[in-house]
């Protein structure tokens, strides 16, 4: 389960304080499926990073399986990046000059895995997104949504408890966004993962198990 209380966000430029997250009350079920929704500048992404211990929050609690995120140690933290969180980045993120089994064998080589074993767990998540036929393709050979497909199945590879993606579909055609929803939902099942979403596209707001709102910083109501 994800447990938030309480849970504040600010951040300082210059001389001026800017509240991002205020009073975030929520509890989250193991697999469900969360979407995320809210103007820019409504703290999405705020409440993403957290999540993904990318950022810490100022005050409440916020607890992800177990983990405790508000004062993880170095050792704690790189656990959990490494085994129990997956994201999904807008704009894919991959290294220009690996093949897309590489990069998705990236997160399996920082977690000391032999390149053999982590070829052969990379192999098996690109063929879960359909790329079989396109391992040893550089990003540069790839269309958009096959980039992404990339991003998820190195997002997965690791087998993580919680999947968060921030705007997956922000850059694709509605063609190829539809198949990564396609693709993301049904990894859900086959996985049982909890999977976050945010979006813009109140289409895919409307598919989530949970539909949260923010605005100003503040949850304005859950579905």
Known sequence: MIRIQNLEKNYRIGNSSITALKNINLEVSNSQFVTLMGPSGSGKSSLLNILASIDKPDNGLVEVFDYNLNNLSQRDLDKYRRSTVGIIFQFFNLLPYLSALENVSLPLYLSGISTNQAHLRASESLEMVGLKDRMQ??????????????????????????????EPTGNLDTDTSHKIMEILLKLRKEKSFTLWIVTHNPEIGRLGDLQIHLKDGKMLDES
């Open 137 to 166: 393709h550089k990003p540069t050979e790839l269309s958009g949504g096959e980039q992404q497909r990339v991003a998820i199945a190195r997002s997965i590879v690791h087998n993580p408890k919680l999947l968060l993606a921030d």
